[in-house]
């Protein structure tokens, strides 16, 4: 099994453009039905500088939640300001 033993799996990914977060966000979503019942999800920064405060608040986010599993969250604000 991916993920045996774990219940989160979170993911962090480099800032990219539209086109790489769409693959990613299909990777993702693809290792979360493979990893069953164990959630996997993925954050990337939403601008290219990473705000490790947005990043590490997402990080909890997704392994507090228990309902969301397959997804990619972009962290921080668009724009970077």
């Given at each position: 099994?991916?993920?045996?033993?774990?219940?989160?799996?979170?993911?962090?990914?480099?800032?990219?453009?539209?086109?790489?977060?769409?693959?990613?966000?299909?990777?993702?979503?693809?290792?979360?039905?493979?990893?069953?019942?164990?959630?996997?999800?993925?954050?990337?920064?939403?601008?290219?500088?990473?705000?490790?405060?947005?990043?590490?608040?997402?990080?909890?986010?997704?392994?507090?939640?228990?309902?969301?599993?397959g997804?990619?969250?972009?962290?921080?604000?668009?724009?970077?300001?």
């Open positions: 099994m991916l993920a045996n033993g774990l219940d989160s799996l979170v993911l962090q990914f480099p800032h990219a453009e539209d086109k790489p977060h769409r693959w990613r966000r299909e990777a993702v979503a693809a290792l979360a039905r493979e990893a069953a019942p164990t959630r996997v999800n993925a954050v990337a920064p939403a601008s290219g500088e990473a705000d490790e405060g947005s990043m590490a608040a997402t990080v909890a986010f997704l392994h507090t939640n228990g309902g969301v599993t997804q990619l969250l972009l962290a921080g604000t668009l724009g970077g300001g």
